[in-house]
């Protein structure tokens, strides 16, 4: 497998660099409602707006909606207008969202807030741009390290959760945005400057048309890693989007007990962005880590780990009062493992699609978008309904036991047929 050193002399290194710090920015803004739902509800309530469980839910995923849904749309504008200029067109997008957010502050309303939400979507659908235009500079030899690079951009939502609270602490929680945008802004110039579109010598593009979507949609295993990223990546970010309310809402008075004893903190919310953060972190850091071990293992036989170790997780957290450590704990292993998961999923797709990989890229991380949605919504209904989340967490298990089962309807098919060909352990 290609390291760093092999990058020397290869490609277009500024181009690289920006494509990492433009996702990563995005990834940050893509999740910013979720580190501040707190602060934004108590804002809002002061204007005489009281947030129901499920209007919390709808906020906070409908990024996550309009981000998966976009990916495909930007992906169409990487192809008609080429990488550089879509990305300046959504980073713009992007930026007046978060500038709606700050100038309004606390006279903001929710219906306003609605729209802000779907503006960051536009920061979630980077992932459809900034991969391809790094993996465009270089040679197929290269692809697993440059993409890689590139993709490390989800660590910003942990950055999130780490500053967020703390910033909305001292200068409001408008302030964020301000601080996103103005990050926003410089990362946008830096990008026009440093970024190029790879030459025709160096990228032959092939435009996508709707047909060959429409082609990779009858294919029936295009449904199942549909499901497969759904639970994974729409697991890693539903929880993630969610965290901070779950954790307000189930262990506030042993996380204000914590601060006070270990960090000097009142403030609850900031403190509920550390765990949340240390949380999402397992998750975010760990997903390299499952493409190694499918490699080694094969990706059916990882699934099965991932999967097997989540829905026996969630399972114990719908059933069993847990400790706020050992809570802690639960939460922390649920995301490591739907981290590792998302690399386990695309090191079989590849394998699968090697030809339609750009395509099914977006297919597939729509449908990991919508499973984050799908998710956020449950834990929300849970919430309203129950007054509780035991059936949030026992619905998202039957979801990964549903995966499970069809893993194990798939397999022998998979070994058989294209997974012989395929040149990779499956």
């Known amino acids: ?13 500024p181009t690289l660099f920006m494509a990492f710090l433009y ?12 580190p501040l739902s707190t602060e934004i509800a108590e804002a809002l309530a002061l204007g005489g707006h009281i947030m129901t469980a499920g209007e919390k839910a709808t906020l906070l ?16 504008g990487v192809d008609k207008l080429g990488a550089k ?17 700050y100038f309004q502050g606390s006279s903001i309303t929710y219906d306003t807030l609605l729209l802000v939400a779907l503006g960051l979507g536009f920061a979630g659908a980077s992932f459809a741009v900034a991969l391809p235009q790094a993996g465009q500079w270089y040679p197929p030899k290269l692809q697993g390290v440059v993409l890689g690079i590139a993709g490390a951009g989800n660590i ?8 967020a609270p703390k910033i909305a602490e001292l200068w409001g929680w408008e302030s964020v945005f301000g601080v996103g945008a103005a990050m926003a802004i ?23 048309k709707l047909k060959d979507y429409g082609k990779l949609l009858k294919d029936k295993d295009t449904w199942w890693f549909n499901l497969f990223y759904a639970v994974s990546f729409g697991g890693f970010v539903g929880f993630a989007g969610y965290m901070k309310v779950y954790l307000m809402n189930t262990y506030q008075a042993d996380m204000s007990v914590f601060g006070l004893n270990v960090f000097d903190e009142e403030n609850v919310k900031v403190i509920a962005g550390y765990f949340g953060a240390l949380c999402i972190f397992a998750g975010a850091v760990l997903r390299p880590v499952g493409g190694a071990i499918a490699d080694k293992l094969g990706g059916i036989k990882s699934l099965y780990i991932f999967f097997g170790l989540v829905s026996l997780l969630a399972i114990l957290n719908a059933t069993v009062v847990l400790p706020f ?17 998302n690399g386990a999923v695309f090191q079989l797709v590849p394998q699968r699609f090697g030809k339609d990989i750009g395509i099914m890229t977006g297919i597939i991380g729509a449908a990991g978008g919508l499973g984050g949605t799908a998710l ?36 022998t098919r998979w070994r058989t047929t294209w997974g012989i060909a395929a040149g990779g352990r499956i």
């Open 325 to 341: 450590w050992f809570a802690i704990l639960v939460l922390f292993l649920i995301m490591a493992n739907l981290g590792m998961a």
């Open 376 to 411: 956020i919504k449950t834990l929300g209904w849970s919430k309203g309904v129950f007054d509780g989340y035991s059936a949030g967490f026992m619905i998202f298990a039957a979801v990964v036991l549903i995966a499970l089962m069809g893993i194990s309807l798939v397999k």
């Open 1 to 13: 497998m290609a390291g760093f050193k092999d990058l020397k002399g290869q490609g277009h290194a």
């Open 61 to 76: 995923s409908l990024p996550i909606l309009s981000g998966a849904l976009l990916r495909i749309v930007l992906g169409f």
């Open 23 to 34: 996702f990563d920015m995005s990834f940050m803004v893509w999740t910013m409602l979720g």
């Open 186 to 208: 410089v990362v946008l110039i830096a990008y026009t400057f440093l970024a190029k579109n790879a030459p025709a010598e160096v990228y032959t593009a092939r435009p996508k």
């Open 85 to 101: 200029l879509t990305a300046m067109m959504a980073q713009s997008v992007v930026i007046i969202a978060l500038l709606t957010a």
């Open 156 to 163: 910003g939502v942990v950055i999130d959760f780490l500053f």
